[in-house]
């Protein structure tokens, strides 16, 4: 199945197409539905095992990681927050090969959810809207008089005016994330997931952006291979400067994955109810050490390989590109800014880190 997503990679970055044979790839391995419980037919796949998953796909291809990320998010949040009767309809779906995505990200107003005397209605839209064309159920976050909504349509139903012109991006073309306008799509009742302001319920929100750098860390790994393979095409993977440049990013990505996998540790023993403000802060750490050592792996690469490794056949270029591009999630700054104060707003010296 890796072999599968890591030999369509370079043609979708090419052709800027969806890489569906991927997706074909997922669902016969079952893993479109691995994350549901195994009640409803997944693998109850969770935890440490979700990220270990998301590595090894982000590590196959960064967009493919992506796209799938956002499927179990959906997943995850309809299992979380929706009815029965709702999980159950996504799990059947799931099995048919639809795939679902989140749709939070916007710009100007947004996208908001009005009653009316004809029922709900959807005004506005969607930026960055990862497999648009592709995803037949996105889950959208939109904003009521009440709080923040889930709003996940069905198959075919409204499924908004899409604008791809929007997605001439550095990397991760193969996403297809593009805009899309909802504006006059009609919700009905069983359309929507939870209550208002689930969504950005604590810790699982700040807590979710740990599958995004399992993701990450994939990628940086799929980095170092290909700069591995250049410089040993080369002849130069002997040399002690290559040897030393590349200890340091084994050191920070080797880290930055056990920080992570140790927050979400964390995060599955929070007691329900628990502050979860230790946690985030611990997310916050997974969050800059990731980013400091994926932007280290793409900094030794390039140094590494030379203007010679960054040529096509050699996969270095566009995997660079696709992890410089993926690295980008929100307020990178304020999380960096969280660890910083965590650590000089305790109340004592001690161990900042250390368990409650
Ligand atoms: C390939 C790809 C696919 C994506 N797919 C999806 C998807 O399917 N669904 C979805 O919902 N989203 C998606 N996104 C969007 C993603 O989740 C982030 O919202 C987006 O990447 C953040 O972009 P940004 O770098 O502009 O973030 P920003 O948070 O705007 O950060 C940019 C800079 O601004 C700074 N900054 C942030 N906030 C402030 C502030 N208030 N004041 C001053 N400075 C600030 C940051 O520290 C940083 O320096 C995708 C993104 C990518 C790259």
Redesign the pocket.
């Known amino acids: 199945m890796a072999a599968t997503l890591a030999g369509e990679a370079a043609a979708r970055d090419a052709d800027g197409a969806f890489p569906a044979a991927s997706f074909q790839a997922l669902r016969e391995a079952g893993l479109l539905t691995a994350s549901l419980p195994t009640s409803l037919g997944g693998q109850g796949v969770k935890g440490a095992a979700l990220l270990t998953l998301l590595r090894q796909i982000g590590r196959a291809s960064l ?1 493919v990681g ?2 799938y990320e ?1 499927h179990v998010n959906a997943l995850g949040l309809i299992q979380r927050y929706g009815t029965s009767a709702q999980l159950a309809r996504a799990a059947r779906d799931a099995d048919r090969g639809e795939l679902f ?6 710009d100007g107003p947004g996208l908001r959810l009005e009653a009316g005397p004809g029922g709900l209605t959807l005004v506005g839209g ?6 648009l064309g592709h ?1 037949t159920r996105p889950l959208l976050p939109a904003e009521a008089r009440e709080g923040r909504m889930m709003v996940l349509l069905p198959t075919g139903r409204e499924p908004g005016v899409p604008d791809p012109s929007f997605w001439q ?1 550095l ?2 073309r193969a ?1 297809v ?1 593009g805009r899309v306008d909802y504006s006059g799509a009609r919700v009905q009742q069983e359309d929507l997931i939870g209550q208002p302001g689930d969504y950005y319920r604590q810790p699982e929100f700040g807590g979710g952006a740990l599958r ?1 750098l399992a993701v990450q860390l994939g990628g940086a790994g799929a980095v170092v291979a290909s700069a591995r393979a250049a410089l040993r095409e080369l002849g130069r993977a002997g040399d002690d400067v290559q040897r030393l440049r590349f200890a340091e990013v084994a050191v920070r990505l080797e880290a930055a994955w056990q920080v992570t996998r140790e927050a979400q540790r964390r995060l599955d023993a929070l007691p329900d109810g628990a502050d979860p403000a230790p946690l985030l802060a611990y997310v916050a750490l997974a969050r800059t050490a990731t980013e400091d050592a994926c932007l280290l792996a793409a900094e030794a690469a390039e140094r590494a390989v030379g203007a010679r490794g960054l040529l096509a056949p050699w996969p270095t270029e566009r995997l660079l590109r696709d992890l410089r ?2 690295l ?7 999380a960096r800014l969280a660890v910083g104060a965590w650590l000089l707003d305790a109340p004592d010296a001690g161990d900042p880190w250390e368990e409650a």
Do not use: C, H, I, L
């Open positions: 967009p992506r796209v956002g995505g989140v749709w939070n990200t916007e969607k930026t960055f809207a990862s497999g995803v991006p990397g991760m996403t994330s995004f591009m993926y980008r999630q929100p307020a990178p700054d304020a």
